[in-house]
């Protein structure tokens, strides 16, 4: 019998995506896909693979029957339901914050530590934060040849990386500047998007401007967001010492995050051998040919699945050190895609 998946959070943004992977998929493992949302979305009907599936009410019956449970709900439902549906026999693939850092379960991105995902004593696997994630499959793949040191980053994050408040509230600021004098309004961008409200999820008008912030205060004026780049970095890749330093910026793009890397190894990496590296990897583009203007953009990998690198330099002055540009979608390989590349990669403990 083949497994039964369950998407918890079917109807948000991350599980709209996550079905719509799943539909463009050629074959899927899965006897049964059942959408699971609030009781505000239960009974909306979903078309997955050709069928209408009613959604279901999220309860402890719901996890009847299911092998895998896949979680896009944010920190407080998955702290409260991943570990329900574990107790109802299900393997809970949770896509918010609430065990990443947790000992006892994995932190999974299939290209890096497949192997991890086995040993899940909770019953719980976890996909990391958007950010790390964009950048694992390459630090992955250089790390392996190359023995990774240290990482240095700049984050360039899409509004969507705030959730549909963030799109809208980027849309917002964008329509009340548009048809402006640029260069006016550009003096005093907070005057022009004044008129809506102050209940915006960033701290900073967003249009027209980038904001050096995203997530909340942690000691020292960290933010979290990036702590969970050096914390997560250091899981997946299975480097507890790696040192990494990492600012996070929001900028006014929809989807899709950007970040430089400034990646340091224990040996000197010449800009041809990484080339070769990454573009070896079946789930990273290679966009390199500055001469050429070949680059990465969020603008041209939104929607895409795969991680786009470009910009690889070997840093002028700092000897075993490449700085290079990246992009993933944030919704896609950075949440829904890598979630269910997870459930994929333990589809077949389940075949029987
Ligand atoms: C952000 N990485 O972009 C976060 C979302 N998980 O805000």
Not at 6 to 31: F, K, L, Q, S, Y
Not at 34 to 47: D, F, M, T
Not at 173 to 195: I, M
């Amino acid at each position: 019998m083949a497994p039964v998946l369950a998407i918890v959070g079917a109807t948000g943004a991350v599980g709209t995506t996550m079905i719509d992977i799943i539909n463009a998929r050629e074959t899927v493992p899965w006897a049964e896909i059942r959408p699971i949302a609030s009781a505000r979305s239960a009974g909306k009907v979903l078309q997955i693979r050709g069928a209408g599936v009613e959604v279901q009410v999220l309860s402890p019956e719901a996890f009847d029957g299911v092998d895998i449970a896949l979680f896009d709900v944010p920190d407080e439902v998955s702290a409260e339901w991943a570990p329900i549906a574990a107790a109802r026999g299900a393997v809970a693939v949770d896509n918010s914050g609430a065990f990443r850092m947790d000992p006892d379960v994995p932190l999974v991105v299939p290209e890096v530590n497949a192997d991890k995902a086995a040993d899940r004593p909770k019953g719980i696997i976890a996909n990391p934060n958007c950010t790390t994630l964009s950048m694992m499959a390459a630090m992955g793949a250089l790390h392996r040849e190359f023995g990774l040191e240290a990482l240095v980053v700049a984050s360039y994050q899409a509004a969507s990386g705030a959730g549909q408040a963030g799109v809208d509230r980027l849309q917002a600021e964008l329509s009340a500047v548009a048809g402006k004098d640029l260069g006016a309004v550009s003096g005093d961008v907070a005057a022009a998007v004044a008129p809506l409200g102050d209940d915006s999820p960033f701290p900073a008008p967003l249009a027209l401007n980038v904001v050096p912030w995203a997530g909340s205060l942690k000691d020292d004026g960290w933010s979290s967001e990036e702590l969970k780049v050096r914390n997560e970095s250091r899981k997946i890749l299975g480097l507890p010492d790696l040192k990494v330093s990492a600012t996070c910026v929001r900028v006014p793009v929809v989807t899709t995050h950007s970040l430089a890397v400034h990646a340091t190894f224990a040996q000197e990496v010449s800009v041809e051998a990484a080339q070769k590296v990454i573009a070896a990897q079946p789930t990273i583009e290679l966009d390199d040919d500055p001469a050429a203007g070949v680059w990465p953009t969020p603008a041209a990998v939104v929607g895409k699945d795969a991680t786009h690198v470009g910009r690889i330099r070997q840093a002028l002055d700092f000897p075993n050190t490449l700085d290079l540009f990246l992009c993933g979608d944030n919704l896609r390989k950075g949440a829904a895609l890598n979630t269910y590349e997870i459930a994929e990669t333990i589809a077949g403990e389940f075949a029987s």
